[in-house]
């Protein structure tokens, strides 16, 4: 009963997160009709243009939180939405790049394209590994736990 009302909170908690956010995005997009702005446009239109994205991470990185609660093996997809996420989010901070190019200079010879596809590889790799660590950590120490308890 704890573990519902444990999910149930964190549930709240993060669609009170996601509301608010999506209310900021909400303000950003009048304030730009208000205030004649070009760094704040661009940005408005970069968060309007990703914000399938943006949802899309927080609902998979939600999803993963309430699966961590669980307990083995029901908590073994955690990780890999963990990772899927993590992957969205280095592409939104990459695609950032790109609004921020246009306005300070950045080095036409410095290759995003093959920074963001290494390091989209490698942040996917450690937190899907350190993800699967911990739940095996987790489950390993729940059965000696449970071993020591039965004697």
Known sequence: ???IKEVGKLLLAKAIALGVFLLIILILNITVYIINNQVLNEVVVFLNH?????????LLF??????????????LPGPLLNAIGGWLLVYFI???????KKFIFVPDEI???QIYYLTSIIVFIII??????????????HKYKKIFKDE
């Open 128 to 141: 899907l590994v350190i993800g699967y660590i911990k739940i095996l950590a987790d489950a390993g120490i």
């Open 50 to 58: 990703n914000i399938i994205i943006i949802i899309l991470f927080i």
């Open 1 to 3: 009963m704890d573990d």
């Open 111 to 113: 290759p995003i394209k």
């Open 62 to 75: 939600i999803a993963a939180s309430v699966l961590e609660t669980l307990v083995f093996p029901y908590n």
């Open 94 to 100: 990459f695609d950032m790049f790109n609004v921020i």
